[in-house]
């Protein structure tokens, strides 16, 4: 059996961390919204060898035990005791190392395919909370819905849609590493959004008056080591974005805009400075 699904990348409309668990980890404050650009992955399930096999268009991707997508087949056939070998193929859309989500994303299309393929019967919520084992942003990346995430990434509380607002995304040539910049956390020197007037606004519809309240606690930490990210930010307000903000650890940037005439603006501006660039909209 055959199964695609559409892995769409993330972003991170405030992303807070107010105090680290005795694990070390991160306690998450967020809310994060799906876009579409996109990664497509497709599973196929065979009675061949019983192994994991994970095929990418990217040459920057490992295809071993270390891709989120095979760790997330690992842990289905593990659980449910599924002999069969597995085949995974994605093509790749969203940057890697970029502060996306992509991997995650990925992990996430995986479990729905072989739930799908293995005929498993698993609801969301259970895939979600089996999926954090391999990545704090897989349970939000299950829905791939606006959200509220908190706790260690597995709670997740969905949110109303955005209306249609535009988004361009744009990942400076460099790449950041997420655990290196968690490292570099001082708790007392983070400046934290408003994420719970945040979570307020987007449940009472009041989505205009929601940007004052977007940020991201992690965007001095990044642009400590890489202050072009505070180059591009400064750029896309130029340029009239509603609101600009660092992704995850970064390095992408983003732009909202209510008017597709002003990402337009934004993206064929941008073009011209930054390798990648992308004009998508809020799912």
Known sequence: MIVTEKAPAKINLALDTPMRYL?????????????????????????????????TNSGFLPND??????????????????????????KKKIPVAAG??????????????????WRLGLSLDELARLSLAIDSDVPFCVYSRTAHVTGHGEIVELLPAFPHYWVVIAKPKLSVSTPVILRQINYEELVHPQTDQLVAAIKEGRFQDSFQYMGNALEA?????????????AQMQKLGADVTQMSGTGPSVFALCHAESRAKRIYNSLRGFCPEVYQVVLL
Request: a positive charge; charged letters at 20%.
């Open 221 to 233: 930490v990044t642009i400590k080591v890489h202050p072009e990210i505070a180059h591009l930010k």
């Open 65 to 90: 035990q270390r891709n989120l997508a095979y760790q997330a087949a690992h842990i289905l056939k593990t659980r449910f005791h599924q002999t069969d070998g597995v085949t995974i193929r994605i």
């Open 23 to 55: 694990d070390g980890l991160p306690r998450w404050n967020m809310v994060m919204s799906a876009v579409d650009l996109a990664d497509y992955v497709t599973v196929e399930v065979h009675h061949r060898p019983q192994t994991i096999k994970v095929y």
């Open 100 to 117: 996306l989500g992509g991997g995650s994303s990925d992990a996430a299309a995986v479990l729905r395919a072989l739930n799908q393929a």
